[in-house]
């Protein structure tokens, strides 16, 4: 990193504490070790205000990039947040057609009635391709999710959000310190930072994520090349 790499020696008293830093900023420095070890993610921007743009190249070859965009929310998604979040997602989407692959909403709990709509959009892009958008199946089913969103008063395109969404209402696994840190250690090393050095290099990216780059592009290359030892 320009001011801060993974392996050098800082203090984490604060880190393992956790005291001050958001949900957010949390989600991102656990999914950032992932996506660093995939060679065509490209980087991120954290907005500071419950959005995240993250940004891969089409191929090895990095000639061009899409972009993903996530909506992080650390209490309780009432329908109309949601309704707000998904349809500004699909005016996005039709103000830049093509600008975003992907949109995100990722929250730590749901209103009654929308937990079932992960599940839901998981199971209409199975049958568009087990059935494919003509069949009787299919239409059914479209149907019966065009009902879903009304009764819940979500007026996003139900094309786009099968197109396009991907959402997920249980990441409050994030808040618990225990299941959070155990399960960091591990993909850390993986990506090839020493086991004893783990705090440091945890220490490094949240300072990052946190502080310097705010609003600003991470980009893996010019900011994330001393990750391993």
Known sequence: MSDHNL???QSVAGLWARNGFRFQDQWILYNLVGWLSDSLFRGFVNEGADDVDVFWYNTPSK????????????????????????????????????????????????ALGTEGLPATLTRMRDMRVAYLESSVEYRAAAAAFKEQLKKLKINASPEFLVNYVQLDFAAAWILNADSYWKGFHGPLMSIGVDEEKVADAAAALLHMITTTHVGKLVDVNADCQRWST
């Open 7 to 9: 392996t050098g020696r």
């Open 63 to 110: 000639s061009g990039f899409y972009s993903e965009r996530y909506q992080l929310k650390d209490r309780n998604l009432d329908n109309r947040t949601l309704d707000e979040i998904l349809t500004g997602f699909d005016q996005a989407q039709q103000r830049n057609m093509g600008s975003w692959t992907r949109f995100h909403v990722v929250s730590t709990r749901c």
